[in-house]
């Protein structure tokens, strides 16, 4: 498959365009023009470049690209290290980050409230007017204990727990990475029972006195299954083997 059509496939289907982010979004690093394996991954780095071309890859797709509008963009030391990987094997580089968490079907927060049976209800967290994460609600309330233990096994987190709130949940804030503390705020102002991020951030006492429940369930944990849902999406466009590279980061 050409490069190109899976770029403009891409860009149009996860609206890179839609909102401002840090990262640039897109097509990061240009390599080979014929695409016939596409590796997926959370973070752009040695690492997974490595393994990419192990696993004879001609494009990476990651949710941590290499490019961000804060960095300085001179290629030299370890930043030379990590494109040198990709020009001697001629892959290309593909990033999209906030464009992927907000994303309403393949999202990292629309398929963390899938994992856990919430539907999709209101927008939540917003940057630059336009939301990152989603609210959503159970049609039956749901026990905090059996969303925990969801997140647990399905995502292999290691989930940190403030269970402040009312045991059975009905309306739930996700925000996939890092909600912050303007992320906790406005799960409280949207009356939400439990807030999922993957950040832990010192709110143990407000949460506590407002009667919230909060599950931090890791930031690498929270962004891998936008990527594989993703994956699926390209594979059943393109008809293309594709490659989940996961190295967790312990965060």
């Not at 393994?51 to 300085?72: L, P, R, S």
């Not at 599950?215 to 083997?241: D, Q, R, Y």
Request: charged share 25%; net charge positive.
């Amino acid at each position: 498959m050409k490069l190109g059509k899976i770029v403009d496939f891409l860009d149009s289907y996860l609206e890179i365009d839609g909102i401002k982010d840090s990262c640039w979004n897109g097509l990061q690093f240009e390599g080979k023009d014929k695409v016939q394996k596409i590796a997926f991954a959370v973070d752009a780095a040695v690492e997974t470049f490595k393994i990419a071309v192990k696993e004879k890859t001609d494009m990476i797709i990651v949710h941590h690209g290499h490019f961000w509008k804060n960095q300085n963009p001179s290629v030299r030391s370890w930043s030379k290290r990590r494109l040198d990987i990709l020009q001697e094997n001629n892959i290309s580089l593909y990033a999209c980050h906030l464009p992927l968490d907000r994303h309403r079907v393949v999202g990292n927060n629309a398929q963390i409230l899938k994992l856990i049976g919430a539907k999709i209800s209101v927008e939540f967290m917003f940057s630059g007017g336009k939301n990152i994460g989603w609210i959503g609600e159970f049609i039956n309330s749901k026990d905090l204990s059996i969303i925990e233990k969801t997140l647990t096994n399905k995502l292999d987190a290691d989930c940190t727990v403030l269970p402040f709130g009312p045991k059975r949940i009905k309306r739930v804030a996700v925000c996939s990475g890092g909600a912050g503390y303007s992320g906790f705020y406005e799960a409280l102002q949207a009356k939400a029972d439990l807030l999922i991020t993957g950040d832990a951030v010192e709110v143990y006492y407000s949460a506590k006195d407002a009667g919230i429940n909060i599950i931090f369930a890791g930031h690498h944990a929270t962004e891998t299954i936008g990527l594989a849902s993703l994956a699926k999406v390209v594979n059943n466009k393109f008809h293309i083997e594709t490659k989940f590279i996961d190295l967790p980061t312990g965060l």
